[in-house]
């Protein structure tokens, strides 16, 4: 039990289709973050909120859109997505304060498919 | 030059020697150094965190930091297989306020 739990664990998915991943932290932190891993890539930061709000986004495509309705609760939607977006995508979170020198703590991660 | 650095290896250590992995990162106002361990298939698991007013020892784990010439070290001692892993250097960008993560180096740790 990581205290950070993303849903669902696998998803395969055609181009056209519509899905949402999941985040829930309960380690009461305040900032949240979504990353994608690729096969022989560093990690890759795409979002990340900070109490609600959204402080960082890192030139990703409008085919992927982030949803923070709490601090406690992330959300990705999907939508027309390529074969090259299939990866590992990875939630953390992290104390909100001094985000950058906080520890992030990760959930098992999504991995994802797309036909 | 990258942001943050690692040798990817694969990096094979006997086992019960001191595995040494190192980490170099190019902003010298970070302040801020994290080690992951991440297993193949799972997500990255934290092992250490330093901050840059010094070393810090855990278990068999230590995390060492050469500020003058930017680098950071973790240093497994007496190895066990179980210690086989991608093990995953993060730095905290002090200008824009960013963690940024290497791209890890494979350890082997040898029976």
């Known amino acids: 039990e990581t205290g950070v739990t993303q849903t669902p664990r696998h998803l395969v998915m055609g181009m056209t289709n519509k899905k949402s991943l999941k985040c829930e932290q309960h380690l009461g932190h305040n900032a949240m973050y979504w990353y994608k891993q690729s096969a022989k890539k560093p990690l890759e930061l795409m979002f990340v909120y900070n109490f609600k709000e959204q402080t960082e986004n890192n030139s990703v495509p409008s085919r992927f859109s982030p949803e923070c309705p709490n601090s406690s609760h992330l959300f990705l939607h999907l939508h027309t997505l390529q074969p090259e977006d299939s990866a590992l995508y990875l939630c953390?979170?992290?104390?909100?304060?001094?985000?950058?020198?906080?520890?992030?703590?990760f959930g098992d991660g999504t991995r994802l498919s797309i036909l | 030059q990258k942001e943050v650095e690692q040798n990817s290896g694969p990096l094979s250590v006997p086992e019960g020697a001191i595995a040494s992995l190192n980490c170099t990162y190019s902003d010298r106002g970070s302040q801020s150094f994290f080690w992951y361990r991440q297993y193949s298939g799972k997500s990255p698991e934290l092992i250490m965190f330093?901050?840059?007013?010094g070393d810090k020892e855990d278990g068999r784990f230590t995390a060492q930091l050469n500020k003058a010439s930017q680098y950071v070290s973790l240093l497994i001692r007496d190895s066990q297989p179980s210690d086989s892993a991608t093990y995953l250097c993060a730095v905290n960008m002090n200008r824009d306020d960013k963690i940024i993560f290497g791209k890890g180096t494979r350890l082997h740790i040898l029976p």
């Open positions: 953390a979170s992290s104390q909100g304060q001094g985000a950058s020198n906080q520890p992030q703590h």
């Open positions: 330093i901050y840059s007013n």
